[in-house]
């Protein structure tokens, strides 16, 4: 019940289009969604995160659609660009519980 | 502001051994988490430190221990060094314990375990 699965593994996309993560989870105790940019190298960063009583979520390019009933939420880049390219991470959290339970991550490579 | 900084970048021991790895926070945060990132996995959630004390733990072994100092620096210690002890260890800082405050994450430290 504490496990976050996260799809593609790996996504490419021409420059200018739409990436799409998705991500799943089981435990409906879980009330904070954030999403992580890791670039090589580098620690993730926070890129946007959603609570359920919302159901989108948009920072400039980037929106979170969350589907509480389904227990799904997923990551939306807009006009995707090559300085995109990096690795996503989903994560989860709540129930009294101060960790995050993080996906697996999902290689977005952009097209030029 | 540095940010989050770790030392050090590298490192590489044999099993059995023993390694500290150092983190330093954010200005003006005082709680620390820490992560262990295998090789194209997600992070696992190691513990937290928060006014000097582990608040929180993760499914790790007692081989793994920390300390937070009065500064909010803190030190991660792996002992009896495993095969399975190489991976990323990623720290990072906050301003309390909440989940939902913002954490901000250093660059790591890569462990190689021969």
């Known amino acids: 019940q504490q496990q976050v699965k996260q799809s593609p593994q790996s996504l490419i996309v021409q420059k200018g289009g739409i990436s799409i993560i998705n991500c799943a989870y089981e435990?409906?105790?879980?009330?904070?969604f954030p999403w992580y940019q890791q670039f090589p190298g580098k620690g993730p960063a926070l890129l946007i995160a959603i609570r359920p009583d919302v159901s989108e979520k948009k920072e400039g390019r980037f929106t979170i659609s969350f589907n509480k009933s389904a227990k799904q939420f997923s990551l939306h880049i807009m006009d995707s660009q090559p300085g995109d390219s990096a690795t996503y991470f989903c994560?989860?959290?709540?129930?009294?519980?101060?960790?995050?339970?993080w996906g697996a991550g999902t290689k977005l490579i952009i097209k030029p | 502001d540095a940010g989050v900084t770790q030392s050090p970048t590298h490192l590489i021991k044999t099993r059995g051994q023993q390694v500290t790895l150092r983190c330093s926070p954010k200005s003006g945060h005082d709680t620390v988490s820490w992560y262990q990132q295998a090789l194209g996995q997600g992070p696992q959630f190691i513990f937290q430190y928060y006014e000097e004390e582990e608040r929180q733990r993760g499914n790790f072994p007692d081989r793994f221990s920390g300390h937070q100092f009065p500064n909010y620096s803190s030190e991660l210690n792996v002992n009896a060094l495993l095969l399975g002890d190489s991976a990323l260890y990623l720290c990072?800082?906050?301003?309390?314990?909440?989940?939902?405050?913002?954490?901000?994450f250093g660059p790591g430290t890569r462990l190689t375990v021969l």
């Open positions: 435990n409906t105790a879980f009330d904070y």
């Open positions: 990072a800082s906050s301003w309390g314990y909440w989940v939902y405050n913002e954490q901000f």
């Open positions: 994560a989860a959290s709540g129930d009294s519980n101060y960790q995050l339970i």
